[in-house]
């Protein structure tokens, strides 16, 4: 049944050269019988990302590692939909370059699909199981209060809404990114919200969540400010 479905692994990049190849390593040795394809989206990286994903084109193939380069930073939600147009399997998994995302769990989204025909298979990092690695308590309160939050108002049935590492059938993923119009931190969570409020089915999987190994995180305090303003968008909209 696994070796019929084929898996899109769309990850989006910037300044991500330190961290792309190990990556990609790890996603080979954890899916060694499963059909799939890595297509990198980077926004104009000016640190050399391109290049690495050029040469670990020659090693594993172009037919497996896709370079779906973009001139500029243009937006999460935009990457998602430029690597879709590319996608040739039937699921898309959607991660982070920065190793915040283990390629370990994948094999644990694939086996949680198939056993349970899910739409939409999410990583959690707040049910038993999952969790935050290296964080300060001011990184941890902010996340978990905006999932509290969040739960409040919204009741989405779905533990970890601002987690970006996901499956999605790739029919699904295409219905709900068409709806989505949030840019950046919030994306991730109006996708899960609208997949909820469309009656998909969406299950689970614990995972550890460990902060980026190389480089800077993205996220300010101009993106805290972007997901209140989200949230109370899709209060109003869903």
């Known amino acids: 049944m696994a070796e019929r479905n084929k898996y899109s692994i769309i990850i989006p990049t910037y300044n991500e050269r330190l961290n792309i190849a190990l990556v990609v390593f790890l996603v080979f040795k954890h899916l060694r019988d499963v059909d799939f394809e ?5 926004d104009g990286s000016p640190d050399g990302t391109q290049e690495v ?25 935009t990457a998602y ?22 390629p370990k769990y994948l094999p644990s989204f694939i086996k949680k699909q198939l056993e349970t025909g899910a739409s939409i298979v999410t ?40 987690g970006s590492f ?12 068409s709806s989505c119009v949030s840019k950046g931190y919030v994306f991730q969570m109006e996708m899960i919200v ?10 689970e999987v614990p995972i550890t969540f460990v902060d980026r190994v190389y480089g800077s995180s993205k996220l300010g305090g101009s993106e805290i400010v972007e997901y209140l303003k989200g949230l109370a968008y899709l209060l109003v909209t869903t």
């Open 38 to 42: 890595i297509i990198v989206v980077d």
């Open 123 to 162: 990583g959690t990092r707040y049910v038993k199981g999952g969790g935050v690695h290296g964080w300060n308590l001011m990184r941890k309160l902010t996340s978990r209060g905006a999932n509290v939050l969040a739960q409040t108002l919204l009741w989405p049935g779905v533990s970890d809404l601002t």
């Open 81 to 102: 939909s430029h690597g879709l147009k590319h996608a040739s399997g039937n699921f898309v998994v959607i991660m982070d370059a920065d190793l915040s995302h283990h």
């Open 53 to 77: 994903v050029k040469q670990l084109q020659q090693v594993y193939g172009e037919d497996r590692i896709l370079l779906r380069a973009r001139p500029k930073k243009l937006g999460l939600g």
């Open 194 to 203: 609208r997949a909820s409020r469309k009656g998909y089915h969406i299950e």
């Open 166 to 177: 996901r499956l999605y059938r790739k029919s699904v993923l295409e219905d709900i990114i």
